[in-house]
């Protein structure tokens, strides 16, 4: 398939399949209601595909790391992180920096105690996630019974739903996340080392490649991204509670791989990831806006994400 | 002969779910009396059905993320025809198609369409979510009294839902004694090797799911029977359990290795450690924290030491395989 697509005209164009979708998701919308293009709704959409980018963005390193890599624990960090920053921060601002430090080192933790069991246990990463995150559940439970969970503090509820010059400054720190994903993949050392050590973990080994620091790096750069995530996620839904990240996991591994990054390692791009991201929620949002009960907007975003995986990414053989 | 039981894929699973039914026993001594195994069988029935399904999915190097949701379609889909004044026998039939069906449908995406299985069937837990909800976005229903009281009954002592259990372990036999379930071992431990053999591997990806959908709909069923009622969201927790049950019971992800007696292990393993949390007194909100740590490291010391045991018993034979080579990587 991608020999045929090379041959295309369209294929030049980075993304063409992704932009594609898009601009047929966006007629669509047109269609269905003429407020689906207004500033407003727009501005919505890219506040929650930035939102999910950011939780995709660790995803996006895992599974470029490759070696069957995936983190099923992003859903789970992310509610401890938002149940967290609820506990401690009040409703205040003064407790917002150390809360921060806080959570975000916390996240890192979890990932590098993912990356040591992929590592140096050699257990499928799988395994691992699934076995960390059924662990976090179990933490966010019982520090949720300590400390219950509070309305956020202006700032933090700012980061959420406010704006800054006119942009929600959720699509500001998505798009910084994006620029610094970016220059990381292309332009520093670790991320050269982390497609060879995606495409081939024997070759890059032999090359002298540091494969144990760049495989520990990625799970932590996976966790410490997905805090940040919860993070923001507290801040949009404005509230906290046990199941709150849980549907990201899944959700990043999909726009990742709609995103064109390959399950099998070693290649893909973050802004990729970052159109996957856009067509996820704009499914959703044109689903809202066909006025769907949720029930239906579950099958039909079902159909419509096995079209798009269809479309995008099928297996080589 | 001896080696042959240790260097058995399913053989930690067996250790592990023998301590734990010792250490489950030593906490709470009343734990083989009839009522109490009749709440446990009655509780675990449809997540050890429900691995058996994951089993063949994962075995052909798949994996099935629409455990959960298939589930609970099946439960609230079987309630909806019983409102609907559908006979048992009826009823039992339409949802054994229906498994068949959402099998089919998983089946035809990954084997046929060359969907990425954790991608396809993610999306299809979606559509089978979004029609369970559809049926039935709240708990509540009523399954037929008869079929309820038989399944939270017991026979000379034994409850009957483990003998149904024992029935569901015979239609297991069948499958791990046929030749399917070697052409899909086969598939499962070289797709390529397999297909260059002249395998059929699409058409054995595609049964193996299809296969996967008659345990989903069994799962379902006995949840509807022995819960009494219909809920959309009470399996929700089967897809991961499964797939931890699975892992500890000895299968690989990797798919070709592993047998379905050993996920109902794993599975059994993972249902005894919330009694086992419950039995020794904590308070709930400690008991998933846990569980959570002694899956994690059940998960941990079984796929270490199945490896450990597979190289000392690979050694001890002396046979080139390329897999050793692999899992050393």
């Known amino acids: ?317 | 002969m001896l080696r042959q039981v240790w260097s058995h894929p399913s053989f930690p699973a067996g250790v592990l779910a023998v301590l734990a039914l010792v250490f489950a026993l030593s906490v709470n001594p009343g734990l083989l009396s009839t009522g109490s195994m009749i709440g446990w069988s009655t509780s675990q029935l449809g997540l050890w059905t429900a691995v058996l399904g994951q089993t063949l999915a994962l075995m052909g190097r798949g994996i099935d993320l629409s455990v959960g949701a298939g589930v609970s379609l099946v439960n609230v889909a079987a309630i909806a025809l019983f409102e609907a004044g559908w006979p048992l026998g009826g009823t039992i039939a339409a949802m054994l198609i229906l498994g068949l069906l959402i099998g089919a449908a998983n089946g035809v995406l990954i084997g046929w369409l060359r969907l990425n299985p954790l991608l396809a069937t993610f999306a299809t837990s979606f559509v089978l979510l979004g029609l369970a909800l559809q049926i039935r976005s709240a708990p509540g229903g009523m399954a037929p009294m008869a079929a309820v009281m038989f399944m939270n009954g017991a026979t000379w002592g034994i409850p009957n839902a483990m003998l149904v259990f024992v029935l569901v372990l015979l239609l297991w036999g069948l499958v791990a004694r046929s030749a399917f379930w070697l052409r899909l071992r086969a598939t499962g431990a070289d797709p390529v090797r397999a297909w260059n053999s002249g395998l059929p591997t699409a058409g054995i990806k595609v049964m193996s799911y299809v296969m996967a959908g008659v345990f989903t709909a069994l799962s379902g069923l006995f949840v509807t029977f022995c819960v009494g009622a219909g809920d959309p969201l009470f399996a929700q927790p089967y897809t991961l359990l499964t797939i931890a049950g699975a892992v500890i019971g000895g299968v690989s992800l990797a798919g070709g290795t592993g047998s379905g007696y050993g996920a109902v292990l794993g599975a059994v393993f993972v249902g005894l450690t919330s009694d086992i949390a419950l039995g020794i007194g904590v308070s709930p909100f400690w008991q998933q924290l846990i569980v959570g740590c002694v899956l994690l490291a059940g998960l941990a010391v079984v796929v270490r030491s199945g490896r450990w045991l597979k190289a000392k018993s690979d050694r001890a034979v002396i046979r080139p395989t390329a897999e050793a080579g692999e899992s050393a990587a």
Do not use: C, K
């Open chain 1, 1 to 317: 398939m991608m020999a045929l697509a090379r041959r295309h005209p369209l294929s030049r164009i980075p993304h063409a399949g992704s932009l594609g979708m898009i601009l047929l998701l966006l007629v669509a919308g047109r269609l269905v209601n003429p407020s689906f293009l207004s500033a407003m709704n727009l501005w919505a959409v890219l506040s929650i595909s930035a939102l999910l980018a950011v939780a995709s963005a660790g995803q996006t390193l895992v599974i470029i790391s490759g070696n069957q890599g995936i983190d099923l624990s992003v859903g789970a960090i992310m509610t401890l992180t938002a149940l967290m920053v609820s506990g401690m921060a009040g409703s205040s601002n003064e407790a917002v920096p150390l809360t921060l430090a806080v959570v975000l080192t916390l996240g890192a933790l979890i990932g590098l105690a993912n990356g040591i069991g992929v590592r140096f246990l050699a257990l499928y990463p799988l395994v691992v996630t699934l076995g960390v995150s059924f662990v976090i559940e179990g933490l966010a439970l019982v520090y949720a019974q300590s400390q219950p969970p509070q309305m956020p503090g202006p700032l933090i509820e700012s980061i959420g739903i406010g704006r800054f010059l006119g942009i929600p400054w959720l699509v500001l720190i998505g798009a910084v996340v994006t620029v610094l994903m970016t220059l990381l993949l292309r332009f520093t050392r670790y991320g050269r080392q982390l497609y060879l050590v995606g495409s081939n973990i024997r070759a890059a080994q032999m090359a002298g490649v540091p494969v144990t620091r760049v495989v520990l790096i990625t799970y932590s750069a996976s966790g410490l991204l997905a805090a940040v995530a919860g993070v923001l996620l507290y801040g949009y839904v404005a509230s906290a509670n046990l199941s709150i990240g849980a549907p990201y996991t899944m959700m990043a591994i999909a726009a990742t791989v709609i995103g064109g990054t390959a399950l099998s390692g070693g290649s893909g791009s973050f802004i990729g990831t970052v159109l996957g991201a856009v067509i996820f929620s704009l499914i959703s949002n044109l689903l809202i806006m066909l006025g769907l009960g949720p029930a239906l907007r579950y099958a039909i975003s079902g159909l419509v994400l096995i079209f798009v995986l269809f479309a995008t990414s099928r297996d080589a053989a």
